[in-house]
């Protein structure tokens, strides 16, 4: 029996639990790793007060003088090298980016706005008090949780995590997912084309998805239409792997045998999602090992991938997991849809007199590759939906927000 999406992900969010394989990675060999501990900062940041800008450092309640007779100069501060002395009335300190205000400064001028003769400055114009002086803590507190665990770790949180001087730290274990196709049809890419045979594009697709939502890939490669033969090599997978994915042979034709054989080795949690495309999408286990069986036309696989799968292995790999986001556009053309089913349909942006507009790509079946790769993201129908019109404003997903 076919669910709606919604009841599909709220299963999935029940039955796809963290694994318990954790490990500690220096910095420089980590990236879209899941974090596997909240992080809390061991120090302040900055560390101290320091200066935003090349200038000069005195006290504010001297702006008279700053503006009048002038400051006399009395040392350097500079980043690494602060000044040990403090500043007194009608002294002010040289002071470069990132250096320790001394004693006694409050406010930092920038050497723009300062007239400088010999040992001696006068301000320009005004100035508040404490500008330019970034305080300590500004950024992070001192014991603040920095990252939550399940945050999936970038380039710039890499940067923040170094510049508190974390040289490793936990991270999950990476998924293990096992990937096969099925279909007597089926030749790999590059290899003889028989008489009604096609190549396999579902397979290259899904290594990379899988690869870009942190997975280690054991390729299985291309498994006959037989259930035997799919049977032994489920089970073979499951025993060393966190998850298996197929693609193909989840409908209910003569040949498509992987519903029977997911079933003789565990079990089908839900087979039919009301979505299109994708509808034919079927999630279970194998000996304990969540399943994930996948259509065969590729723009059915992928998006069935993209908004059921993807979200399953982010949890089983501890991600934190947010739906994507969705950006209100403009419809630029008309259609009508059946009530209760889920509809995403490819388009392109371009650019309307007040909104950015959906114009959806010339051809959108199931196996129509090129229309994905001519789109810039999804335009979402929800189940209440069976007309659209030009100007209607609807929820858009660009790929970016799906990992594609």
């Not at 590729?298 to 998006?303: D, K, S």
Request: charged share 20%.
């Amino acid at each position: 029996m076919t669910i709606p999406l919604a009841d599909a992900l709220r299963l999935i969010e029940r039955r796809c639990q963290p694994l318990a394989r954790s490990e500690r990675i220096v910095l420089s060999r980590i990236d879209r790793r899941i974090l596997a501990e909240d992080i809390r900062a061991p120090m302040a940041l900055p560390s101290t007060d320091n200066s935003a800008v090349d200038g000069y450092g005195f006290r504010h309640a001297d702006f008279g003088l700053a503006t009048g007779c002038g400051l006399q100069l009395v040392g350097i501060s500079a980043a690494g090298r602060p000044l040990a002395r403090t500043v007194g009335q009608g002294e002010a300190v040289r002071i470069l980016t990132g250096g320790v205000p001394p004693s006694g400064v409050d406010t930092i001028a920038m050497q723009e706005d300062v007239e400088r003769v010999g040992d001696c400055i006068r301000m320009k114009g005004g100035i508040s008090l404490h500008a330019n002086i970034r305080r300590q803590g500004e950024d992070i507190a001192a014991g603040s949780i920095v990252f939550s665990a399940g945050r999936v770790l970038g380039p710039v949180d890499l940067a923040l995590l170094a510049s508190l001087g974390f040289a490793e730290v936990p991270v999950h274990g990476r998924l293990r997912v096992a990937l096969l196709s099925t279909g007597d049809e089926l030749v790999e890419a590059g290899g003889i084309r028989r008489p009604g045979s096609i190549y396999d594009a579902n397979r290259p697709a899904l290594c990379a998805l899988l690869r870009r939502t942190g997975c280690d890939v054991t390729d299985l490669g291309i498994v006959a239409d037989n259930r035997d033969r799919l049977g032994s090599t489920l089970k073979s997978a499951a025993a060393g792997h966190d998850a298996i994915l197929t693609s193909a042979g989840v409908s209910a034709g003569d040949e498509d045998h992987v519903r029977s054989a997911v079933q003789s080795l565990g079990g089908l949690d839900f087979q039919g999602v009301a979505i299109k495309p994708g509808r034919p999408i079927a999630v279970g286990h194998v000996a304990g090992v969540p399943f994930f069986g996948l259509p065969g036309n590729p723009a059915a696989t992928l998006i069935s991938f993209l908004f059921i799968v993807r979200p399953a292995l982010q949890r089983l790999a501890g991600a934190a997991v947010s739906p994507p986001r969705r950006h209100p556009v403009q419809a630029d053309f008309a259609m009508t849809k059946r009530a209760g089913r889920r509809e995403f349909i490819r388009c392109r942006l371009v650019a309307g007199e007040n909104w950015l507009s959906a114009r959806r790509t010339e051809r959108d079946g199931a196996g129509i590759l090129s229309s994905l790769s001519d789109a810039d993201g999804l335009l979402e129908f929800d189940e209440a939906t069976t007309e659209i019109l030009p100007g209607d404003i609807l929820p858009f997903i660009p790929f970016s927000e799906l990992g594609l």
